[in-house]
């Protein structure tokens, strides 16, 4: 069972708190791979579009005669092959939304979760749930980055906590996300995840409150 290290409000050296079940199993590194891109594609707007050779604004009248010209047989400017012509295959603005079944999305989480704890980038902090200020969420971020050097900063609250959420973002890289808003794309590309130890203790480990 994988561990991580538990900040106490009272003790600034952490102990190490082993992680509920969630954490725990094998990477699947394809499934991993495959919900990342499906993320992705979702996150695009898909709004670009080209115009087609029925669509540009111009002629569609037959250049010049058929034969006898000495050049190429061609028909109207609107071609692809003619400056301002329409453009061939391009983006037609209708947007393909790529889904994942419910199952599949559940285990690319865990599996998100799973490597990021082996990597050692997520612990467990007692003070989480009581910030109030920017510093408060600052001090949090110097003590858990003693070790690990991350680039950024995902704090996971249990319930929406609207003092908490107004003084982390603040901070420079850094979120917070409650956890029923966690998916493998926003683990795996969210630094070092702090847990609230409330959100560890109860509902991860199936205690009632």
Request: aromatic share 6%; proline share 3%.
């Amino acid at each position: 069972m994988l561990k991580a290290n538990y900040y106490s409000k009272t003790n600034d050296t952490p102990t190490s708190v082993a992680l509920p079940a969630q954490f725990s199993g094998e990477v699947n590194s394809s499934l991993l791979t495959q919900a990342i891109h499906i993320y992705r594609h979702r996150s695009h707007r898909g709004t670009k579009k080209t115009k087609t050779r029925a669509e540009v604004s111009i002629t569609k009248k037959k250049i010049y005669k058929q034969k006898g010209t000495g050049g190429a047989r061609h028909g109207a400017r609107s071609a692809p092959i003619f400056v301002g012509g329409g453009v061939t295959h391009g983006p037609t603005g209708a947007r393909s939304v790529l889904t994942l079944p419910q199952a599949m999305r559940k285990n690319a989480l865990k599996s998100a979760l799973v490597q990021k704890a082996g990597e050692g980038l997520v612990c467990v902090s007692e003070e989480l749930s009581s910030i109030t200020k920017s510093s408060q969420a600052q001090k949090i971020v110097k003590k858990v980055s003693k070790d690990k050097k991350p680039n950024k900063f995902t704090f996971v609250i249990d319930k929406p906590n609207e003092v908490v959420q107004r003084a982390i973002r603040n901070l420079q890289n850094s979120q917070v996300l409650l956890y029923s808003q966690l998916n493998a794309f926003n683990v795996y590309f969210g630094g070092m995840l702090i847990l609230d130890s409330s959100l560890v203790n109860n509902r991860l480990r199936g205690k009632k409150k």
